[in-house]
């Protein structure tokens, strides 16, 4: 078991990231600032991986790729190609729709469909995305209570 110190590996970013993603984490974080038992929870999965992380340690890895994905969205936003980060496309699956969900909140909340779909791309193009997906994120996806033991 790796207790870790002040940096995180790759694998335990991975397996934060993959934690993170579940859909039952996402609904409890949304529109919530007290997370303080999510994050508790997020750091007694990441234990049956084997990664030894507490709350707040999690919290605040969380907070940080949020703050880098969110710098590097706005730099794309704004045409800069050149800033780019470890984990985008895994962020961008996790917190992409979020960003687009602030900008055009009140178009996406009445047809209760995914924000790519209400803007003028069909549900054949969304699946389309979903299949260049690589299969690790496809299982996040879809079956996050698949689990390494």
């Not at 409890?28 to 007290?34: D, I, P, S, Y």
């Not at 779909?117 to 996806?141: A, F, N, R």
């Amino acid at each position: 078991v790796y207790s870790g110190g002040k940096h995180w590996t790759v694998d335990e970013v991975r397996a934060l990231i993959h934690i993170w993603s579940d859909k039952n984490i996402q609904q409890q974080l949304e529109g919530t600032v007290r997370n303080k038992r999510i994050f508790e929870h997020v750091a007694a999965r990441l234990r049956k991986f084997g990664i030894v992380r507490d709350w707040k340690q999690c919290r605040t890895k969380c907070k940080n790729l949020k703050h880098e994905y969110r710098s590097v969205k706005n730099a794309q936003g704004s045409g800069s190609t050149s800033k780019s980060m470890k984990f985008f496309n895994e962020l961008d699956a996790i917190l992409g729709h979020s960003t687009m969900e602030q900008e055009s909140k009140s178009d996406n909340e009445e047809s209760g469909r995914p924000p790519e779909w209400t803007e003028g791309k069909s549900e054949k193009d969304c699946i389309g995305k979903l299949l260049q997906l690589p299969m690790y994120h496809l299982k996040v996806l879809f079956f996050p209570a698949l689990q390494r033991p």
